[in-house]
């Protein structure tokens, strides 16, 4: 079966159809760094991570390419806060240093986030302050080619050269007037106008040019890296839906002006979140980071809470939801610690095969091969979950246990789940040994004993379950 992508280019659920057979380029764009990442963030890095890893797994040899934005207005306004405010470290510096600082902050503030949640690195994360010489190279081809122009120590990308304005976000020139950012410049020849190259203020950040120094606008950056190191032509564009106008309009425009060529074949948009209802604002008292989530679950269960719902569909944050998504996940759990038991001491290997089994997995992957739709995936281990405690009821081999297990955490890990326990700060020889002191108070019939050992247990976070022979026991998330 083929993979299908509903592509916001064209509005319509295609085949996907690399440019070079085998091979997926895909480029996403980043976060600018200038704030702790909040669950939007997590969101998108989470989806483009488990659409890179269905791909791969479906035999593509994936490129992976996330910017990281460390120069632009909001990181420039952030420092010139902290230089002003005498709690902040910051306070009293130079803005070009802060801004530099506050950017190296907020970068290992992500990559921490992003390493808690279990999201790999893409294979390459450029940053724009790396790569001025490539943007100077592009600006300058948009002003030979007469696509752009200087004004002022600006340089302006001139929408109306570019018949094809408003292809992406499906409006024409004159709708996205109204959806522009505030911008009255005089410098412009036309509203719809954009910045490719800002002239420098006073401590700013800036870097020499053609045009005097400056900075680059926000939306060159992603041209000028995405074509820098995956070609003029790729195959996935993605991010976030706020993006599609102005920001990847933008791109369109702009880069296959530079080069003359279609720019990204598909082009993937998630959904926005919400926190009960309300767009998350700080100034409204529910802005939720990721480290606030984490504090409370494992990362598992905020990925449970992300699949139940489409990856281009808004979904709506509630500290209730997260519960269920707790007890959701816990049913993987539970099955893996009965899968354990039976199969201590057993040194079988797995099946190669198994008929009812391998009917998940098919379940699975038409899920993900009609526009990665996780609610259905998600759904088919479910199902085998279900399917995996009837077979443990009826004894199967051992052989049949572990591929069970095996498919469950194959299929899993593409989704992103690792099937870990969150830690409780004991390990397991000291919880093991509470276990053996609560057996021997019961042998010894000190009941009041056994029962203190179970609450304390408890209160930990370990579950014991008893049975004719033995006690297990397993950490609660």
Not at 83 to 102: H, P, R, T
Not at 348 to 358: F, Q
Not at 415 to 437: P, R, Y
Request: aromatic letters at 10%; proline letters at 2%.
């Amino acid at each position: 079966m083929p993979i299908l992508i509903h592509n916001t280019l064209t509005r319509k659920l295609e085949e996907f159809r690399p440019i070079r057979a085998g091979e997926a380029r895909m480029y996403v764009c980043g976060v600018t760094v200038y704030d702790e990442c909040h669950l939007g963030h997590a969101r998108s890095a989470f989806i483009f991570d488990f659409i890179r890893n269905y791909l791969g797994y479906r035999g593509y040899k994936v490129t992976f390419i996330k910017n990281i934005t460390d120069v632009d207005d909001k990181i420039i306004n952030r420092a010139r806060t902290e230089i002003a405010d005498k709690k902040s470290q910051l306070f009293g510096k130079d803005l070009n240093c802060a801004v530099k600082e506050v950017a190296h902050r907020y970068t290992e503030s992500f990559y921490g986030d992003m390493g808690s949640l279990g999201i790999a690195k893409a294979d390459k994360e450029p940053k724009a302050t790396e790569h001025i010489k490539d943007i100077i190279k592009m600006i300058t081809a948009l002003i030979d080619k007469g696509c752009a122009y200087a004004s002022g120590g600006d340089v302006y990308f001139d929408v109306r050269k570019f018949d094809g304005y408003g292809k992406l976000s499906n409006q024409d020139k004159d709708q996205m007037l109204e959806g522009t950012r505030a911008d009255t410049s005089e410098k412009k020849r036309d509203a719809l106008d954009f910045a490719l190259w800002k002239s420098a203020k006073a401590n700013e950040p800036e870097w020499d040019s053609p045009w005097g120094k400056g900075r680059p606008g926000w939306h060159i950056e992603c041209s000028a890296m995405s074509t820098r190191y995956l070609g003029d032509n790729f195959d996935i564009h993605g991010g976030g839906r706020d993006l599609i106008f102005p920001h990847h309009e933008n791109e369109v425009a702009q880069s296959e002006c530079a080069t003359g060529k279609p720019f990204a074949n598909y082009w993937i948009h998630n959904g926005l979140l919400t926190i009960n209802g309300e767009k998350m604002s700080k100034s409204l008292g529910n802005y939720v980071s990721i480290k606030d989530v984490l504090a409370r679950y494992p990362s598992d269960v905020l990925k449970i809470f992300f699949l139940g719902a489409h990856y281009s569909h808004p979904i709506d944050f509630t500290w209730e939801k997260m519960d269920v998504a707790k007890s959701a996940y816990e049913r993987f759990l539970v099955l893996f610690d009965k899968a354990e038991r039976r199969l201590a001491g057993k040194k079988a290997a797995a099946a190669k095969s198994h008929k009812e089994i391998d009917g998940f997995r098919a379940a699975f992957e038409a899920g993900m091969d009609d526009n990665f739709n996780t609610p259905a995936a998600l759904g088919a281990l479910f199902d085998l979950v279900n399917a995996g405690n009837k077979i443990l009821d009826r004894n199967e081999d051992a052989s049949v246990i572990k591929y069970l297990e095996s498919t469950l955490r194959e299929l899993g890990g593409i989704l992103g789940l690792s099937f870990k326990n969150a830690s409780n700060g004991m390990s397991d020889n000291e919880i093991q040994e509470l276990v053996d002191a609560r057996i021997d108070a019961k042998k010894k019939k000190d009941f009041k004993e056994s029962d203190r050992i179970r609450e304390e247990l408890g209160r930990k976070g370990i579950i014991l379950e008893d049975d004719k022979e033995k006690t297990y026991w397993r950490r609660k998330i």
